[in-house]
């Protein structure tokens, strides 16, 4: 098996140690929890309920590590969702994400509790900090995870990847380095429910932290003024075809209560903002609904929204590549039908108000 | 004042459409497939480049991988950049993203006195995002990843980057050296230059350097460097779509739609 031959190697080379090794690790599923401004960012609880899953299978415990200034009544939440532990280090230093505060304090924690497995969010800051500290800990990482399982004789985790565009998957691990190191994409788990009721510790952890081991200050922090598609469930975009008309979209979006997006080429004319282009040089999206006006269907374009429940397609072009990534496909002017479309949804809730 | 001296850490991928899996032998099959800059590459190089233009300085390219990568390249000296440096190795092959950053990270102190290296957000082919804190972590110097704007105070040898996270941004300043990662499309990277193009090709615009002519650990390369290895592989499941037409008058058609979408939010 291919499997074994690659192990095999493995264990007979002399290759890369990481700080602690699975002799020495402690059977736990340590989860980052990110907090910004004092409350929790929701992919930590949902891997919170994804590590309970796992730890209850083979009977370990899960662990959330919390840093942050001022944050202790968040650790009960933790509980709530799922922790055994919760290793809380407060500091006015560590009242921003900074890599050089965080890492610090994380990696002394990492070292002190040994757990077998480490996870984070997939977002800005989960990996900053995780592709730090996997060096750091010559520890192997695997990225952006979209599904997670513990081998139950072994203790290892199997990390499902994709690659390529969502193209390719790939199943990673890293069997003899510890801390097996994971982060995850936001949405991939469900949050499990919360028990007010649960039982847990609360462990203070000390940060050993001084202003002259921090290079790097964060200035300002702006959140709220920028979009977020990845989060719409009713999304429609327009392309090329539909030349720079958004205010005809943003009509139908608001009438749906979703969000525009767009392709490359108004976003490279000036038509909308850069934030909103939607592909595999922009934001991927997992919308309930994608309605796609004008779009011939480029590949790069097309990864951002193959994860739809329901791709709507309209475009002027019978031959358009978009309509074999479509479930519903209209051969016509975006101009004519998306108007109608408003119409009718207004008209329709008149009638059912 | 001595001159800013910039490194575009750029890697050659296959096209993400063109690549399949041979499920037999759980390998990739990359044979049929054309290659390509990674995109994400492209807007850190154009960061890169605009950072020359407005404070002067050089900006070289540096990848790992095998020879052909010497055929795409170029395409960064035609855009403005003035040096390639490929890590070209048997003994890097097998790399995961520790191995990678190693060995990246050993070519950069083998360029010497960099200030400023910038890398794409991910590559289209693994999508890690882990190699710009990696390369930082093993020089042991600042990061900051997510960067969509970044400008330079000389007088304190610090850059301001804005930086993207979740519903927003942050402004952050940090002293060189820094490894800046660079948020996918947030810029738009110039066309090739035809005036460059012809010069770009040539040969002496690529300095190759082997596992030998580096200070490198045979324990931290390639497969003994890398603690990950890939147990299974297989071709993403496509969605099965629809297909099917409506056709009508606008009205009919609107109707029609209004009918799927208020069963499907």
């Known amino acids: ?353 | 004042m001595p001159e800013l001296k910039i490194v575009v850490c750029m890697k050659v991928v296959p096209k993400p459409e063109e690549v399949g899996v041979d499920t037999e032998t759980m390998r990739l099959d990359r044979e049929n497939a054309r290659s390509e800059m990674n995109p994400p590459d492209m807007n850190a190089l154009e960061m890169a480049l605009d950072f020359k233009d407005r404070y002067g300085g050089s900006v070289d390219i540096l990848s790992m991988g095998p020879p052909f990568f010497s055929d795409i390249l170029p395409v960064g000296l035609a855009m403005g950049a003035n040096h390639i440096y490929l890590l070209s190795d048997r003994g890097f092959g097998g790399a995961d993203t520790l191995a990678t950053t190693y060995t990246l990270a050993q070519g950069i102190r083998k360029i010497g006195d960099v200030d400023l290296i910038f890398c794409g957000e991910e590559s289209s082919d693994g999508a890690t995002g882990q190699v710009p804190p990696g390369i930082a972590e093993w020089l042991n110097i600042n990061q900051i990843t997510m960067v969509n704007r970044l400008d330079y105070d000389a007088k304190r040898k610090m850059v301001r980057g804005q930086r993207e996270i979740p519903g927003g941004h942050q402004i952050v300043d940090t002293p060189l050296p820094s490894v800046i990662s660079v948020a996918t499309a947030s810029n738009e990277p110039r066309f090739m230059d035809y005036r460059i193009k012809p010069s770009a090709f040539e040969d002496d615009r690529i300095t190759t350097w082997a596992a030998k002519d580096m200070d490198v650990d045979p324990g931290l390369i390639g497969e003994p460097g890398s603690p990950t290895i890939v147990s299974g592989l297989d071709q993403a499941p496509s969605r099965e779509r629809r297909m099917e037409f409506i056709g009508g008058t606008p009205e009919d058609i609107a109707l029609k739609l209004a009918e799927i979408l208020e069963d499907r939010l």
Request: aromatic share 6%; proline share 4%; hydrophobic share 45%.
């Open chain 1, 1 to 353: 098996m291919a499997r074994m031959a690659l192990l095999w190697k493995r264990l007979m080379t002399e290759n890369v140690k990481s700080l602690f090794g699975v002799d020495d690790e402690a059977k736990a599923i340590w989860v980052f929890l990110e907090q910004m401004g004092g409350s929790l960012e929701g992919v930590g609880l949902e891997l919170l309920a994804q590590g309970r899953r796992m730890a209850d299978d083979v009977g370990w415990q899960v662990v959330a590590l919390l840093l942050g200034d001022q944050i202790g009544h968040l650790a009960k939440e933790a509980i709530a969702y799922g922790a055994d532990e919760v290793w809380l280090a407060e500091h006015s230093l560590l009242k921003d994400y900074t890599v050089d505060a965080y890492g610090g304090v994380v990696c002394d924690a990492l070292m002190k509790g040994k757990p077998s497995v480490f996870l984070a969010g997939a977002t800005p800051n989960g990996r900053d900090l995780l592709g730090r500290l996997a060096v750091r800990m010559r520890a192997g990482l695997t990225a952006d995870c979209t599904d997670l399982r513990l081998i139950a004789d072994t203790g290892v985790v199997i990390s499902e990847v994709t690659g390529f565009g969502g193209g390719i998957l790939a199943l990673i691990e890293a069997p003899t380095h510890r801390p097996q190191m994971s982060t995850v994409r936001p949405g991939v788990f469900p949050l499990g429910e919360p028990d007010a009721s649960r039982g847990g510790h609360v462990i203070d952890f000390q940060a050993l932290l001084s202003e002259d081991m921090l290079q790097t200050e964060v200035v300002e922090t702006v959140v709220g003024a920028g979009v977020d598609l990845t989060q719409v469930e009713a999304l429609v975009i327009g392309g090329r075809g539909i030349d720079g008309n958004f205010d005809m979209l943003r009509e139908l979006a608001d009438a749906l209560g979703g969000d525009i997006g767009a392709t490359r080429p108004p976003v490279d004319d000036g038509y909308i903002k850069r934030e909103r282009q939607i592909g595999q040089t922009g934001v991927v999206c997992r919308p309930k609904v994608a309605i796609v006006c004008g779009v011939s269907g480029a590949f790069h374009f097309v990864v951002g929204i193959q994860d739809a429940d329901t791709v709507i397609a309209i475009n002027t072009d019978p031959e358009a590549p978009m309509f074999e990534f479509a479930d519903y496909c209209i051969v016509g002017d975006a101009a004519e039908i998306v108007p109608a479309l408003t119409r009718a949804l207004t008209l329709e809730r008149v009638l059912s108000a």
